[in-house]
């Protein structure tokens, strides 16, 4: 993702010249950085799960921009709307949990106390799970194991 | 037989040569890194989301967790700009 870009541009942010027409409805972006995103991800899976797969399924069918747009603008205001109530009902879990991502790579098996915690507030406060789409049905999925084999090396 | 000092000379200095010089480095990068450790084994998908946390944040390691994006976020993207992959 490291292309040239003039000189001239890097002083000040791009702006670009032609916006989307006036005919296509705004939503609000969701302006989210990665780790909390991160964090948030298999939430997101499960609270979105509808508008989410619409999404993926029109982009099967057309891989163009102006295809999906109407789909797209659901997910990011589902999206937005699932962020906002997390900030309003667990936003010390959250940070704490975002925070450790930020500080481990962004890996998951590093940070895995913050994660338990934050799951036990979502499930309580908005009946949301973390639940691993394609992990084996016989064995307990691995952010609940109590002894993993890859963990941090210090404890 | 008396213990050969001079030889311990050369010894540390390369020891502390070595030491001034690894922790100068890890300094230099973790103040690149506003204080947090080194991202490693950064893919495509991690570069894309350390330029978006760089538009949103002005740094590619700031994180928010802010739903609202500043001012001038939507139209900021490059990403109609690069060539096509």
Redesign the interface.
């Known amino acids: ?3 040239y ?1 003039d000189g001239v541009r890097s002083s000040h ?4 010249p032609t ?1 989307l027409p006036d005919s296509i409805p705004k939503v ?9 995103l991160k964090s948030a991800a298999f939430f997101l899976g499960a609270y979105c799960k509808e508008y989410n797969e619409d999404f993926m399924l029109c982009k099967q069918e057309n891989r163009d921009p102006a295809h999906c747009l109407k789909e797209g603008r659901r997910v990011t205001r589902c999206a ?1 709307d699932l ?2 109530k997390m ?1 309003e009902n667990c936003l010390q879990q ?2 704490e949990h ?2 450790c991502l ?5 890996e998951y098996y590093l940070c895995r106390k913050p994660e338990r915690t934050l799951n036990k507030c979502m499930f309580e406060k908005l009946g949301l799970t973390k639940t691993i789409p394609g992990a084996p049905k016989g064995k307990p999925p691995i952010h609940e194991v109590e002894k993993p084999i890859f963990k941090a090396i210090q404890k | 037989m008396p213990v050969p000092w001079e030889a311990l000379i050369p010894i540390g200095l390369v020891t502390v040569m070595f030491g001034t010089a690894g922790t100068l480095i890890k300094t230099s990068k973790q103040a690149q890194n506003q204080g ?2 080194v ?3 950064v893919d ?1 998908w ?8 760089q ?3 002005g740094h590619k ?10 001012e ?7 990403w ?1 700009t ?2 096509r992959r």
């Open positions: 993702m490291t292309t870009k942010p791009y702006k670009e916006s609000q972006e969701l302006g989210t950085t990665s780790a909390p937005t962020i906002t900030r959250f940070d975002w925070e930020e500080n481990n790579n962004q | 947090k450790p991202r490693y084994h495509a991690d570069e894309m989301m350390m330029d978006r946390d538009r949103l944040t390691r700031g994180q928010r967790s802010d739903p609202v994006p500043p001038g976020f939507e139209t900021s993207s490059v109609a690069e060539p």
